[in-house]
């Protein structure tokens, strides 16, 4: 189907986001066109600041405007408790259920041997040096109940528990081939919970 330039570049534009097909991208491009100049503009404001506002935390890896991040910084978290996750949006996630008090570690991602995913390509290295300087007594893995998720929890507790701290993971609320964000606050209050050492 021909839509004038613009239109098409726009639907592209759509369409490169993840769970973004051809007819959804479409209808977001139109749905924008309709929009009120001022509502477009903002939108573009926004997609322009988050880009260039936001950094990662030189601590916990968690995104941020501010370095180090809010959570880092807090002096009413508990600092003797990590809890690891796979990406930033799990610490939303964590932090909506209002249940959690200590400090996060973000690694950027999973091992997965079959996509070639080292733990030298996640945040792995800095984790290990956070937990060196510090006064850390438990490490909760929340990375997620996949099968790369269990290959880093299982990686992460064989890199820490030398170290003497305990090392603990999620409890089994969180139903296998789940993600974290898309868990319910009930279910992730009871995971975090019933967590168990690994």
Not at 101 to 108: A, D, N, Q, S, W
Not at 167 to 184: H, K, N, P, Q, W
Request: charged fraction near 25%.
């Amino acid at each position: 189907m021909y839509y004038p330039e613009p239109i098409a570049r726009l639907i592209e534009s759509f369409s490169k986001l993840p769970g973004i097909g051809q007819k959804t991208a479409t209808r977001l491009a139109f749905y924008t066109i309709g929009m009120e100049d001022q509502d477009v503009n903002e939108f573009a404001k926004n997609l322009l600041s988050a880009k260039r506002d936001l950094r990662f935390c030189s601590i916990c890896g968690n995104l941020t405007e501010s370095d180090p991040c809010a959570i880092c910084t807090d002096p009413t978290r508990d600092r003797t408790t990590i809890l690891v996750v796979e990406e930033s949006k799990d610490v939303l996630a964590m932090e909506k259920i209002r249940e959690y008090r200590g400090l996060y570690h973000v690694l950027h991602g999973t091992i997965s041997p079959m996509n070639g995913i080292s733990p030298d390509e996640i945040n792995v290295k800095s984790l290990i040096t956070r937990l060196m300087d510090s006064e850390v007594k438990e490490v909760i893995i929340a990375t997620n109940a996949t099968s790369d998720g269990e290959a880093t929890a299982m990686y992460l507790a064989r890199m820490i528990k030398p170290a003497g701290i305990k090392v603990t993971r999620l409890a089994r609320g969180l139903a296998v081939g789940s993600d974290i964000e898309y868990a319910d606050e009930v279910t992730l209050s009871k995971a975090v919970e019933n967590r168990l050492e690994i």
